[in-house]
Nanobody
Framework: QVQLVESGGGLVQPGGPLRLSCAASGSIVSINAMGWYRQAPGKQRELVATVISGGRINYADSVKGRFTISRDNAEKTVYLEMNSLKPEDTAVYYC??????????????WGQGTQVTVSA
């Protein structure tokens, strides 16, 4: 079993910064991709940013230039640095990972989500 535990969400004023963290634990052989998705009320879950094990990074157009994703392979942790936050960034942010587990199968996992609210 693999767990993804997110932290760092909260309330921030428009234009402010926030940093999210997601740590993976459990029966992990290796992690292929890790990333962040978000879901605002009444909307579908959408990709925010992902980082592949080889280092390739992908961002949603709406966050390019404002958000930075990074990964610590040794700690099995992915971070999302968010700057210049806007009210439309308000959502529940979910961590996601493609994990090669102890049974040598590639499985996809989600964290429980962390709320980010951007409001004055």
């Amino acid at each position: 079993q693999v767990q993804l535990v997110e932290s760092g969400g909260g309330l921030v004023q428009p234009g402010g910064p926030l940093r999210l963290s997601c740590a993976a634990s459990g029966s992990i052989v290796s992690i292929n991709a890790m990333g962040w998705y978000r879901q605002a009320p009444g909307k579908q879950r959408e990709l925010v940013a992902t980082v592949i094990s080889g280092g390739r990074i992908n961002y949603a157009d709406s966050v390019k230039g404002r958000f930075t994703i990074s990964r610590d392979n040794a700690e099995k942790t992915v971070y999302l640095e968010m700057n210049s936050l806007k009210p439309e960034d308000t959502a529940v942010y979910y961590c996601n990972a493609d994990v090669l587990v102890g049974t040598w199968k590639l499985r996809n996992y989600w964290g429980q989500g962390t709320q980010v609210t951007v409001s004055a």
